[in-house]
């Protein structure tokens, strides 16, 4: 008896736009003179690029056929109107206010919440979150459970937060000096990772005993949703829009980068339910981003939005989206790659520190096999390790983080079955002769978000 039945996309394909193919010769010199920094390459130089999801989703015939209905006027589009009943409609949140992506929200949303020597405690960082947090006078503080900085660790919920490290941090620094927690589903940085519903609800319940707010970065919300569905007791049956709306009635504010989930090339907002901070962000969106009704978004970016977050949460999209990760992730492991464990939902984690055990951590293990993999197959990647991690706001040491990934990231809707296939022999191909693989020099570091722009040189 067949127990279970393959996936296949729900939709079929109506457009298409050439790739290009280039040789090893061509791609070391690009590699070289991009510094080997993967951001710095021109997207002619990359054959599949997985780089990021974000903002990379091909949209549907509907969101297209939406952008014609662009109403562009500086105040009151209509498009602001359909944008804010979807998110009514699908997250719950009381008020919106639209920006141009997503730290546009937390630049706005840390600047109104966080007072100089706050804490911030998080599952888990992200890259532009923490440092909004941080030029807002904050200091943020992980979280997130110790199962989450393991690779090996097959915690189904690594985004969960440790409770007990929450309740002593608000004890030590009193919860006056704590204005939100922030929690993320899925935790990109931590390979993917989704929380559970019950530590959810476990910590709206201690948050609630101490009046701190929750946060939600809902940038991967349907994935977090799905993995629910799929792993957590009792919501089997429940459909993933029901689940987003439960994960988000659990929080009060939201920001979002609708490049990810909501499968656009651009936007995002802040969404919260308490009118005083509502009244504080539409004051200060108009500074930094644009009228309270466009945020910095064409009408047409806001219609598309609306119909992306409609699309985002069927069960159909969300179980080939994620099911196309899986896809490669199994492919990988049957290779004997070491990649993070359980499988993340938007991409594929390859374990730098096990894959290069020959170089150390200041050599940049990541940043050097994202370079390789390159070099072998046009397939592009992003380091995410010591050169994401940054350096500490006060001793200007390196941060070392425990994760030193190569992250194979999967755009919505773009790749086939049979890119995965490319990607993972080249991955396959890197390790079998990984031992030659070099470390990097850092000869360019800039001074926010470095990962970006920093260059580098290949060790002797
Ligand atoms: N939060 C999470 C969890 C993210 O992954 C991102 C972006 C943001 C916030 C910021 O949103 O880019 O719209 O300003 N992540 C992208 C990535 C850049 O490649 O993972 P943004």
Redesign the pocket.
């Known amino acids: 008896m067949q127990t279970s039945r393959s996936w296949a996309e729900p939709y079929k394909i109506k457009m298409v736009e050439p790739l290009f193919i280039t040789t090893r010769e061509e791609r070391e010199t690009y590699i070289k003179e991009a510094g080997y920094n993967t951001f710095l390459l021109r997207s002619r130089q990359v054959y599949i690029d997985l780089?990021?999801?974000?903002?990379t989703s091909a949209m549907s015939d509907r969101q297209w056929a939406a952008m014609m209905m662009g109403d562009e006027a500086y105040a009151g589009s209509e498009n602001f109107y359909h944008l804010e009943e979807a998110i009514h409609k699908y997250y719950g949140y009381k008020y919106l206010v639209p920006t141009?992506?997503?730290?546009?929200?937390?630049h706005i949303l840390s600047k109104i919440m966080i007072k100089d020597g706050d804490f911030v405690p998080g599952n888990m960082y992200?890259?532009?979150?923490r440092l909004h947090q941080e030029l807002a006078g904050g200091t943020f503080v992980d979280i997130i459970i110790k199962e989450a900085h393991d690779p090996e660790s097959t915690h189904l919920f690594k985004g969960d937060c440790d409770l007990q490290r929450l309740e002593d941090l608000i004890k030590e620094k009193g919860a006056d000096k704590i204005p939100y927690v922030s929690i993320?589903t899925?935790?990109?940085?931590a390979g993917g990772q989704p929380i559970s519903m019950a530590n959810l609800k476990a910590l709206r319940a201690l948050t609630a005993k101490y009046g701190i707010p929750i946060v939600h970065?809902m940038?991967?919300v349907a994935e977090n949703a799905y993995m629910i569905q799929q792993n957590e007791k009792g919501y089997q049956d429940k459909a993933v829009k029901q689940i987003v709306r439960e994960i988000c009635d659990l929080t009060d504010a939201a920001?979002?980068?609708?490049?990810?989930d909501a499968l656009v090339n651009?936007?995002?907002f802040l969404a919260v339910n308490d009118e005083e901070i509502f009244n504080q962000a539409r004051n200060m969106v108009v500074i930094y981003e644009g009228l309270h009704t466009y945020g910095g978004l064409a009408g047409r970016d806001m219609e598309a939005m609306a119909i992306g977050i409609s699309e985002s949460v069927s069960d159909d999209h969300i179980r080939a989206r994620v099911g196309q990760v899986l896809y490669l992730g199994k492919k990988l492991l049957n290779a004997g790659v070491p990649i993070v464990k359980p499988i993340g939902t938007?991409g594929v984690f390859i374990d730098a520190k096990k894959f290069l055990p020959h170089l150390t951590q200041e050599q940049f293990p990541a940043q050097s096999l994202a370079a390789e993999i390159y070099e072998d197959s046009g397939v592009r990647a992003?380091e995410r390790g010591i050169v994401s991690a940054g350096r500490d706001k006060i001793t200007g040491e390196n941060n070392h983080p425990e994760l030193e990934l190569v992250?194979l990231?999967i755009p919505r809707r773009v790749y086939t079955q049979a890119h995965m296939d490319v990607v993972a022999e080249s991955v396959q191909s890197v390790y079998n002769e990984r031992d030659k693989v070099k470390g990097l020099k850092m000869i360019y570091e800039p001074e926010y978000l470095r990962f970006f722009q920093a260059r580098f040189e290949k060790l002797g």
């Open positions: 780089l990021t999801d974000s903002g141009h992506q997503g730290r546009g929200a937390e992200f890259t532009t979150t993320a899925t935790v990109n940085m970065d940038t991967r920001t979002m980068s609708a490049k990810k651009i936007g995002g938007h992003m992250r990231t």
